[in-house]
């Protein structure tokens, strides 16, 4: 069972909004928010934002209603880009050919749309290269649409891979500009970059996660999920608990079985995380599909208890599994 606390999302979003002063603040919200539900987050925070930015046409036309702009951040193909222009979302144009579909799209329709320009300052995901700003150009002079921004994304969290790739951000837009003679909206940090230094902020920052309370120890978390105690029993050293032997009980203890498992988004990866039953933290010895087992020594947990499995202090996350699957997928 999972609990959406939208006060949290609201008090998270006035911090970014006062931690970016002049900035302007793009609320992503992008895969369902988060896993927090796009539209609830979207009609809570709409007036304490500047845009939203989403993944997909699909989930820009869920928050239309409310007026808000809205980036969508992934390329699109014919079908949607038809959608997307007929209802002037801004559009992300990362390469030639996502270039050609837009401005093929637009003349037909005879309208012209917003875009924003994507460079690929490291990551190797999406994005236009430096080397290719020259032939850009050309195209964009001949296209029919309205750059309005330009924008990449930081690959890591630390201040050299930042700075590395601001400073190769920067250059790109700045030539970009020169040559469009334009001012465009630049933006690359992300909720990471934003809380690490305002030299990342430039003219807006696309904040996700912190939205959700991860970044600081100023945020709320506002996502809590929990499950029950379905069975306790008695064990003694030495038995097996969970499938393929991986966890032998190292002596006599209890065995709390939760009623989530890798079906509601529990990663079996995630065994020896510590979940929390009453006040007390417990590790999980195994993950099957719709249960889980939890070591509880001689605690006095019984059926019928609540464990909570994110929230309140509570975050199973490693180096495998990260905070964002989690938000996603864990209900």
Do not use: W
Request: glycine share 8%.
């Amino acid at each position: 069972m999972q609990v959406i606390d939208f006060d949290a999302i609201e008090k998270n979003t006035q911090y970014f909004k006062q931690k970016l002063g002049g900035s302007k603040l793009c609320a992503v919200l992008k895969n369902d928010a988060y896993g927090h539900g796009l539209v609830h987050v979207a009609r809570r925070i709409a007036e304490l934002v500047d845009c939203f930015a989403v993944s997909y046409v699909d989930e820009a036309e869920q928050i239309q209603f409310l007026n808000k702009n809205t980036l969508v951040l992934l390329p699109q193909n014919r079908r949607n880009t038809e959608r997307a222009i007929k209802s002037n979302f801004i559009l992300t144009v990362d390469s030639f050919e996502t270039l050609k579909i837009v401005d093929e799209e637009a003349r037909r329709l005879k309208i012209t749309p917003r875009v924003h320009i994507k460079f690929d300052s490291g990551m190797s995901r999406l994005g236009f290269q430096e080397n290719q700003i020259q032939q850009l150009v050309e195209s964009l002079q001949r296209a029919q649409f309205q750059v309005e921004g330009t924008f990449s994304h930081f690959y890591g969290d630390s201040v050299a891979d930042c700075d590395r790739q601001l400073e190769y951000f920067n250059n790109c837009a700045n030539e970009l500009e020169g040559a469009l003679n334009r001012r465009l909206i630049k933006h690359i940090a992300n909720t990471g970059a934003t809380l690490l230094s305002p030299k990342y902020h430039l003219d807006m920052a696309r904040v996700g996660l912190g939205l959700f309370g991860y970044g600081n120890e100023n945020l709320q978390s506002a996502k809590s999920v929990y499950a029950d105690v379905i069975s306790v029993k008695y064990v003694e050293a030495g038995c097996v608990a969970g499938y393929g032997a991986i966890y032998a009980c190292k002596q006599a203890t209890q065995i709390a079985v939760l009623n989530v498992g890798y079906a509601t988004g529990l990663p079996r990866t995630l065994r020896g995380g510590k979940i929390k039953i009453g006040e007390r933290f417990f590790p999980i010895v195994a993950i099957c599909m719709a249960m889980s087992l939890i070591d509880v020594g001689n605690a006095d947990v019984k059926v019928g208890d609540v464990a909570t499995l994110l929230g309140n202090g509570v975050n199973i996350a490693n180096d495998e599994v990260i905070i964002y699957e989690l938000l996603c997928n864990l209900k």
